[in-house]
């Protein structure tokens, strides 16, 4: 079975600053798909970013990219130039590409919570 | 295009009574998946279904629990004799397509349950 790990439970950046968030997970799948979430305290779940295991490019949206290392499985998120709005609770996900049966569910770590210091 | 929507937003129940949750799909979208987080915990998937189908139930509690899609309305998620245990967020979340390919599941707000 895939698991996810998150090592943090809690970080905290200057705003303005950068902060780097781990993921690590476990599979046996060659072919999957990775993803960080934010929970605001709205408990909204938005997908921040996300990745597919067959690219070796790394996923960038604005100020939030990936570190993407398949043979390590490690998959962290940077956040640079750290804003108020990105306090909240971090989510990293694994879902199998896989077609049948359990297809599609996400599997998540236990979370970060991020705190951004004004 | 509205969002997921849940409801209720939050529901309180006494040991013992039935909670129904309910969830309606992005238009356009005929997958649902219903995922649980506990306190200071990440989401755990419960249950995927399809209009009229339980595609995999693997995470959800054998008794007690039962989900259903039916053809028109909602998604319901229903908990028969709640304990405290049961005391969760619960979120339903859709998706255009099936897996194998990516498809990216939308979430709705979630329905917070407190069981006194």
């Known amino acids: 079975a895939q698991t996810v790990t998150q090592s943090q439970p809690e970080m905290s950046v200057q705003e303005a600053e950068t902060v780097t968030l781990s993921c690590t997970y476990d599979?046996?799948?060659?072919?999957?798909?990775l993803f960080w979430y934010k929970q605001p305290p709205s408990r909204q779940m938005i997908l921040v970013i996300r990745?597919?295991?067959?690219?070796?490019q790394n996923a960038t949206e604005n100020r939030f990219s990936v570190n993407f290392q398949k043979a390590a499985k490690s998959f962290s998120l940077k956040i640079s130039d750290s804003q108020l709005g990105d306090a909240a609770m971090y989510f990293c996900?694994?879902?199998?590409?896989?077609?049948?049966?359990?297809?599609?569910?996400?599997?998540f770590g236990k979370g970060t919570k991020l705190s951004v210091k004004p | 295009n509205a969002g997921v929507m849940q409801n209720p937003r939050h529901l309180v129940r006494r040991r013992g009574q039935e909670a129904r949750l309910r969830c309606s799909p992005m238009?356009?979208?005929?997958?649902v998946y219903w995922y649980r987080q506990l306190p200071e915990e990440g989401l755990k998937f419960m249950v995927y279904?399809?209009?009229?189908?339980?595609?995999?139930e693997s995470g959800m509690p054998k008794e007690r629990f039962s989900a259903e899609f039916p053809k028109e309305g909602p998604s319901i998620l229903r908990i028969q004799q709640v304990v405290r245990g049961d005391s969760a967020a619960y979120f339903c979340?859709?998706?255009?397509?099936?897996?194998?390919?990516?498809?990216?599941?939308?979430f709705g707000p979630g329905t917070r349950l407190t069981v006194l």
């Open positions: 279904l399809q209009k009229e189908n339980i595609i995999d």
């Open positions: 238009k356009g979208h005929s997958h």
């Open positions: 599979t046996s799948e060659s072919d999957y798909y």
């Open positions: 996900a694994y879902r199998s590409a896989r077609r049948g049966g359990s297809q599609g569910n996400l599997i």
């Open positions: 979340a859709s998706s255009p397509l099936a897996g194998g390919s990516y498809n990216e599941q939308f």
């Open positions: 990745q597919e295991a067959y690219k070796q």
